[in-house]
């Protein structure tokens, strides 16, 4: 199982909004609603940002949403701050029954 | 809330195995589908191996078939991942993680568990 397609990285201004991508194939991303993003800061533990596409955990800032279009799911992040500074792994359910994770996208905040 | 809590850090030298535990607390172990996935220095997140909902076995991933088992202690509500037949690049961060809202999600994780593979 091939890991999840992501940008190496992505920047934005505080404020303005940005999208991190995650391409997969009809057997993960585009087969199934159970794709989830984590955020993890260096030398922490990853957090859940997303669940089944576009739901939010209880305690998770509604600047970050989630889609998907075919074999492809994103992250999108409004209202940019400091602290969401961190790298960004998207994850996806398989035709296997097991999990992949994307290569991941560092989030740079200028 | 659940609190996933695991053992400290290991070092191992090549050929041998490792035991990570990750007590669970806040819930009963049978009560959340627990996963195992590891990090190795600089790199991405990578799935070992969980609890499928679909069909309700544990799921290795292809890549550690044969050398990964997961277990658990219902007694102690402690999950353990074991690894054999150690190489340098099994150095990594490992983590528990369980889910806690759909079933398919990783809604709470243990602070990791640094093998260090070396001769």
């Known amino acids: 199982q091939s890991a999840l397609t992501q940008p190496a990285s992505v920047s934005g201004s505080p404020g303005q909004s940005i999208t991190i991508s995650c391409t997969g194939t009809?057997?993960?991303?585009?087969?199934?609603?159970?794709v989830s993003w984590y955020q993890q800061h260096p030398g922490k533990a990853p957090k859940l940002m997303i669940y089944?596409?576009?739901k939010r955990p209880s305690g998770v800032s509604n600047r970050f949403s989630g889609s998907k279009s075919g074999n492809t799911a994103s992250l999108t992040i409004s209202g940019l701050q400091a602290e969401d500074e961190a790298d960004y792994y998207c994850s996806s359910y398989t035709s296997s029954s097991t999990r992949v994770f994307g290569t991941g996208t560092k989030v740079t905040v200028l | 809330q659940v609190q996933l809590v695991q053992s400290g850090a290991e070092v191992k030298k090549p050929g041998a195995s490792v035991k990570v535990s990750c007590k669970v607390s806040g819930y009963t172990l049978t009560e959340l589908s627990r996963h195992w996935v590891r990090q190795a220095p600089g790199k991405g997140l990578e799935w070992m191996g969980g609890f499928d909902p679909e069909d309700g076995e544990t799921i290795y991933a292809q890549k550690f078939q044969g050398r990964v088992t997961m277990t658990e202690d219902t007694s102690t509500d402690t999950a353990y991942m074991e690894l054999s037949s150690l190489r340098s690049e099994d150095t990594a961060v490992y983590y528990c993680?369980?889910?806690?809202?759909?079933?398919?999600?990783?809604?709470?994780w243990g602070q990791g568990t640094l093998v260090t593979v070396s001769s």
């Open positions: 089944d596409v576009s």
């Open positions: 009809s057997s993960d991303v585009g087969g199934y609603n159970y």
């Open positions: 993680a369980t889910a806690i809202y759909s079933g398919y999600d990783l809604g709470y």
